[in-house]
């Protein structure tokens, strides 16, 4: 995939002297290569496209050549231009229309994008094609929106804000507090911070874990770098009390750990008799469904030796 995605990049390179069938059937070979794997083909065009004309432009800036400097910015807005329409025929075969009769434009596209960047000549691209950096990116910003919904599902008692406010507006300054009353030099303020946190419905995850995801200041502390005493403090002092954000351990759906502790009072009271074999298949940990498997196994094993041995014995 990636010498396909190379071969795209690199547009007519090695065409110099070449003849018109040899030309054709270099073209036909750059269509055939998008469809390698046309899923991600064209993110990994797009993050090593530019790669090819930087050298052209960074030579002839030495050069002081001012027309072919033009030149390569010239290919550069070309080809960036390709990419453009490149995402607006994805975005027609991913949408829900589905119009997969785009695939063919989205391959032709990626190579005009290919011969823009390398020009008349071909291009070069220096290395090996690095993978897509949207994947990752896409992946954090998809965390960090299932975590902003989490929080306004938590403080929906006491703002009215969507996710872009929550996080402009109120999670800096809600931030900010909580720096305040836990690094006091002279005696961190343990039960404020707390008030604080029951006042607008967050949790201990919330606070150490979450609100620093959305720090944008590397300057400033992270909440989860607290020394471990003004933790400790905080715990013991947490733990005194019943919160809000208790009431929304079974609604949220948290791991089954939790589930069983903020359940006990309720499994003590009935005798234990509401909990049901579903429950007990979720609670079950990897490692014990890992080792309920192999006991299977196990038995299968005995089972089909043990009917071989019958069958030898008729025989």
Known sequence: ????????IQGRNGLAQADAEAERSHLFKRTDAFFVDYAIMGLLVHQNYLKVGISPFQQAKIKGDMDAEYKALEN????????????????GVRSGDQNWGLLPFCSAVTVKCGYHIGGELGGFLPGFPEFSSWLGKNSSRSK???????LGHHM??????????LRTAYLPVIRDRFSTLLTDKEDPRATEAIEFMDEY??????????LDEF?????????SSLDTKTKSSFT??????IHKSQALVDELGAPSKKRRKAATGEGEGDGGEDGSDDDEDEEMDEEEIQKLFMKKGKKRGKKETTKKSKGKKKK
Not at 76 to 91: G, I, N, V
Not at 144 to 150: H, S
Not at 156 to 165: C, F, G, L, Q, T
């Open 215 to 223: 720090n944008l200041d590397p300057k400033k502390k992270k909440l």
């Open 236 to 241: 013991r002092e947490y733990n005194k009390g």
């Open 76 to 91: 550069m807005y070309e080809a960036s231009k390709s990419m453009s329409d490149f995402a607006l025929a994805e975005h």
């Open 1 to 8: 995939i990636f010498d396909a995605a190379k071969s795209i």
């Open 156 to 165: 929906n008692y006491k703002i009215s804000a969507d996710k872009v406010e």
């Open 144 to 150: 960090k929106d299932r975590l902003l919904q989490e």
């Open 201 to 210: 419905g967050l949790d201990r995850d919330d606070v150490f874990e979450t």
